[in-house]
């Protein structure tokens, strides 16, 4: 039994900090898809991923600052795969955009649904870096969008995109297949509207 302790702790130690916080947000990822965030604890994450669940707060302060750092994740690699810098056409730009971001909602259904509905949960800070992400992606696309259509004030771009926002947070309540191209088309059609 000692033994096999001793082989844990030394392929622990092994793991690099980074490597390891990789592994924490994965197993964190996987389980609030699976479980919800809300009933999935840091010890479950941690067994997951290998590591103890008091190990996790090494990493974390929370389960809540684990959850902001996987939506900063998401919303980054959705907003910045999207965006060929080849394609010069500021409404290709825009449709790529919107494209990418469907695909990412779908696959990161569980992380898209809590960007809208954690904003009552955690402290100031939190809250702020939620906001933080959140404006991030309204300035995104409000700025993708105002180049395909310069006529738009900014504050009318800004209300075409909180609505395209709602359809991107409805991708996360669905529970029955979709049709990625059924939501680019209506978002498209409502940001062009």
């Known amino acids: 039994m000692t033994g096999?302790?001793?082989?844990?702790?030394?392929?622990r130690s092994r793991l690099g900090r980074?490597?390891?916080?990789?592994?924490?947000?994965?197993?964190?990822?996987e389980l609030f898809h699976i479980h919800g965030y809300a009933t999935t604890s840091v010890d479950a994450i941690g067994e997951r991923a290998g590591v103890t669940g008091p190990a996790?707060?090494?990493?974390?302060?929370?389960?809540q600052e684990?959850?902001?750092?996987?939506?900063?994740?998401?919303?980054?690699k959705a907003l910045g795969d999207g965006e060929p810098e080849a394609v010069g056409d500021p409404d290709a730009r825009l449709a790529a955009m919107v494209r990418n971001i469907?695909?990412?909602a779908l696959a990161e259904r569980?992380?898209?649904?809590?960007?809208y509905a954690v904003h009552d949960r955690g402290g100031d800070t939190d809250r702020q870096k939620l906001g933080r992400i959140r404006a991030t992606v309204v300035g995104r696309w409000t700025q993708a969008l105002r180049a395909a259509r310069?006529?738009?004030?900014?504050?009318a771009a800004e209300t075409y995109v909180q609505a395209a926002m709602?359809?991107?947070?409805g991708i996360a309540r669905r529970d029955s297949a979709v049709d990625p191209d059924l939501y680019v088309r209506l978002i498209l059609g409502l940001l062009r509207a």
Do not use: C, T, W
């Not at 096999?4 to 392929?11: I, S």
């Open 4 to 11: 096999q302790v001793a082989v844990k702790e030394k392929r």
């Open 18 to 29: 980074d490597e390891r916080r990789l592994r924490i947000l994965d197993a964190a990822a």
């Open 56 to 63: 996790v707060y090494r990493h974390f302060v929370n389960k």
């Open 66 to 76: 684990l959850l902001l750092e996987l939506l900063e994740m998401a919303v980054a």
């Open 102 to 104: 469907v695909v990412h």
């Open 110 to 115: 569980a992380l898209i649904g809590l960007l």
């Open 150 to 155: 310069p006529e738009l004030p900014p504050h």
């Open 166 to 169: 709602s359809v991107v947070a």
